[in-house]
């Protein structure tokens, strides 16, 4: 049941950002031939005035098909006058950007949604244990971590302490060094209050080839936080920053062995999305709003047949004053479409190497 939510979840982006295009269209006085969801040969649709609305068979993202979106295109005179390369360069932009615009609008809604009405802060009890690990044996949701081989760090926010916690475990070693395949590490002290009286545990945990270093096998648990309005702003605001400035840094450093593991492509997200709707309905919309946010971005890196491809050549008319040539524009859409294939390809890999622990070796 879960992966209808998330396919379901997917189309009402792809159908979102497709409005926005559609909507931005229409108000500019563009002529809107086709509003489809998916590709491919054509399953269902129906036809409202001059616009064909349907479902197409293949999967894929969704298209809207505006006339005269290819200047060399023949247009009957009767609507020539509202094909999208007739119109200025300003509309052109308002109706591409409009999609992508929707995607980061949404993203921030439900972000400030979550955050408003359902924000959570970690605090120092023990959330979720994972079985089969260290902590199934020792803790229990509900214990509070006290220290953590003797060290409280009194001083120090929660979220700080909790990483200082965390960097305190990962330091011990395993088999005498850090490497894939060993199994326990040197024990951790744990000081812990449990129904009222303190305890000290002793718990040794096992390497992580999945994160890379040792752990003890829980998260921490969360209580309610109120944020009020400017609150949720402010913290919505900020997670959309963290996402961007991190888009940015994994693209601008893609080429970097370290830097092409961040990125993720369709298999990854729906399974984190599995997980997630396992969690909660909270992490689930947060997740959501992420995607529809990374959604947003991606299409506006300024290679066609992306979104900002065609806001870039527009700029670029503007600024010489009269049209790029359609050879020019469809040279670039060969390398806009060769790396969209690479980013596909790097992302599947590494969905694949997460899943099977292989992938194709892209690293």
Same mark, same amino acid.
């Given at each position: 049941?879960?992966?209808?939510?998330?396919?379901?979840?997917?189309?009402?982006?792809?159908?979102?950002?497709?409005?926005?295009?559609?909507?931005?269209?229409?108000?500019?006085?563009?002529?809107?031939?086709?509003?489809?969801?998916?590709?491919?040969?054509?399953?269902?649709?129906?036809?409202?005035?001059?616009?064909?609305?349907?479902?197409?068979?293949?999967?894929?993202?969704?298209?809207?098909?505006?006339?005269?979106?290819?200047?060399?295109?023949?247009?009957?005179?009767?609507?020539?006058?509202?094909?999208?390369?007739?119109?200025?360069?300003?509309?052109?932009?308002? +109706?591409? #950007?409009?999609?992508?615009?929707?995607?980061?609008?949404?993203?921030? $809604? @439900?972000? =400030? *949604?979550?955050?408003?009405? !359902?924000?959570?802060?970690?605090?120092?009890?023990?959330?979720?244990?994972?079985?089969?690990?260290?902590?199934?044996?020792?803790?229990?949701?509900?214990?509070?971590?006290?220290? +953590?081989? #003797?060290?409280?760090?009194?001083?120090?926010?929660?979220?700080?302490? $909790? @990483?200082? =916690? *965390?960097?305190?475990?990962? !330091?011990?070693?395993?088999?005498?060094?850090?490497?894939?395949?060993?199994?326990?590490?040197?024990?951790?002290?744990?000081?812990?209050?449990?129904?009222?009286?303190?305890?000290?545990?002793?718990?040794?945990?096992?390497?992580?080839?999945?994160?890379?270093?040792? $752990? @003890?096998? =829980?998260?921490?648990?969360?209580?309610?936080?109120?944020?009020?309005?400017?609150?949720?702003?402010?913290?919505?605001?900020?997670?959309?920053?963290?996402?961007?400035?991190?888009?940015?840094?994994?693209?601008?450093?893609?080429?970097?062995?370290?830097?092409?593991?961040?990125?993720?492509?369709?298999?990854?997200?729906?399974?984190?999305?599995?997980?997630?709707?396992?969690?909660?309905?909270?992490?689930?919309?947060?997740?959501?709003?992420?995607?529809?946010?990374?959604?947003?971005?991606?299409?506006?890196?300024?290679?066609?047949?992306?979104?900002?491809?065609?806001?870039?050549?527009?700029?670029?008319?503007?600024?010489?004053?009269?049209?790029?040539?359609?050879?020019?524009?469809?040279?670039?859409?060969?390398?806009?479409?060769?790396?969209?294939?690479?980013?596909?390809?790097?992302?599947?890999?590494?969905?694949?190497?997460?899943?099977?622990?292989?992938?194709?070796?892209?690293?």
């Amino acid at each position: 049941m879960n992966w209808i939510y998330i396919f379901a979840g997917f189309c009402l982006l792809i159908m979102l950002h497709e409005a926005g295009h559609y909507v931005a269209a229409k108000a500019t006085g563009m002529r809107v031939e086709r509003f489809f969801l998916f590709f491919g040969p054509t399953i269902w649709s129906f036809k409202r005035g001059e616009t064909e609305y349907g479902v197409k068979a293949i999967p894929l993202g969704g298209y809207v098909k505006i006339t005269g979106m290819n200047p060399e295109e023949e247009i009957p005179p009767e609507v020539a006058h509202r094909a999208y390369y007739r119109q200025p360069v300003w509309k052109r932009i308002v +109706v591409i #950007g409009a999609g992508p615009a929707v995607n980061i609008a949404l993203a921030f $809604l @439900i972000l =400030f *949604g979550v955050f408003f009405f !359902a924000a959570q802060k970690i605090n120092q009890t023990v959330g979720p244990v994972r079985a089969d690990t260290p902590a199934a044996t020792a803790l229990q949701s509900g214990d509070r971590i006290l220290a +953590v081989d #003797g060290h409280s760090f009194p001083n120090l926010s929660v979220e700080d302490r $909790l @990483i200082h =916690f *965390g960097n305190l475990v990962a !330091a011990h070693e395993c088999a005498g060094k850090q490497v894939d395949g060993c199994k326990a590490a040197t024990p951790v002290e744990l000081t812990i209050r449990r129904d009222g009286g303190v305890q000290n545990l002793t718990v040794r945990p096992e390497y992580s080839a999945e994160n890379g270093k040792v $752990l @003890i096998g =829980f998260t921490y648990g969360s209580e309610r936080e109120v944020l009020g309005v400017g609150g949720a702003i402010s913290r919505s605001w900020d997670s959309m920053w963290m996402v961007a400035s991190g888009t940015v840094h994994v693209f601008a450093h893609i080429f970097e062995s370290e830097e092409r593991k961040e990125i993720s492509g369709i298999v990854g997200t729906s399974d984190v999305a599995n997980q997630t709707i396992n969690v909660g309905l909270s992490q689930s919309l947060l997740l959501l709003a992420l995607v529809s946010l990374s959604l947003g971005l991606i299409n506006l890196l300024p290679i066609l047949p992306l979104d900002g491809g065609h806001i870039f050549w527009s700029l670029i008319e503007k600024m010489r004053g009269e049209p790029v040539s359609m050879r020019v524009m469809e040279r670039a859409s060969m390398i806009g479409f060769a790396l969209v294939a690479m980013l596909f390809f790097i992302g599947l890999s590494n969905d694949i190497g997460r899943i099977t622990g292989e992938g194709f070796k892209v690293r």
